[in-house]
């Protein structure tokens, strides 16, 4: 059950789980794996290219006679073992990208998300009164202390879309090196298992609520 905390840092509440978290997902590793595969493949842009022997201009002529010279027979200055010359099994250009079906992607999303829950890495913050404008004071409240951002979990904050203090959340967590900040619509599997905790606004955590079966 995550606890909910206010600008300042203390716990005000506790908030219920939403209950597609709290069932058993552990069977569900190598669906995490494939939906992990799959956002970090399907960016790829494939361009790398190399040229072949026979791509390269140049090199029709033999560079030396076949006999009589002493030195290793040669076809061509464009064989592989030329500098400048072809590439053998080079890289060509190619797509990356890896097919996952919707279901499965939200069930890669849900275990992951589970497991967070589970091991108590997820915390609400009531954003509704946010009115910090400085970074330390924004490590402050993740921290403890702003010292402590140097050493402390690596953190994520959550927003809803379009949410009133998205711009200012963004801008004292922007210096801070092991924090990221995203909103529901961006959070993926990936997003989940990089941090070590995540933190959600009030708004963000309702709309995670209603987009997974539950309610406001």
């Given amino acids: 059950m995550p606890n909910v905390i206010d600008t300042t840092g203390k716990v005000v509440r506790d908030v219920q789980t939403p209950a597609i978290f709290e069932a058993d ?19 790829r842009a494939g361009t790398a290219s190399t040229k072949k022997r ?9 560079p030396w006679k076949q006999k009589g010279t002493g030195r290793a027979r040669q076809g061509s200055i464009r064989s592989p073992q030329w500098r400048h010359g072809g590439v053998v099994f080079g890289p060509q250009p190619r797509s990356y990208v890896s097919d996952l079906n919707k279901k499965e992607r939200k069930v890669a999303f849900v275990a992951a ?6 091991n108590g ?18 490590a402050a409240l993740l921290f403890g202390t702003a010292k402590a951002a140097k050493s402390g979990p690596s953190t994520l ?3 809803a879309h379009g949410e009133a203090h998205a711009d200012a959340i963004g801008r ?12 529901t619509g961006a959070l993926d599997v990936k997003d989940v298992l990089r941090y070590e905790r995540i933190i959600f606004t009030t708004a963000a955590f309702e709309a995670l609520n209603a987009a997974n079966g539950g309610s406001k």
């Fill in 25 to 43: 997902h552990s069977a569900k590793a190598h669906t995490i794996f494939r939906a992990v595969y799959r956002e970090l493949a399907n960016p």
């Fill in 54 to 62: 026979d791509e390269i201009s140049g090199g029709g002529r033999k």
């Fill in 113 to 118: 998300l589970s497991d967070r829950f589970k």
């Fill in 172 to 183: 004292v967590a922007r210096n801070l090196r092991k924090v990221g900040v995203t909103d």
């Fill in 157 to 159: 904050v959550v927003l």
């Fill in 121 to 138: 890495a997820v915390t609400v913050l009531d954003a509704a009164n946010f009115s910090l404008t400085k970074t330390s004071d924004f």
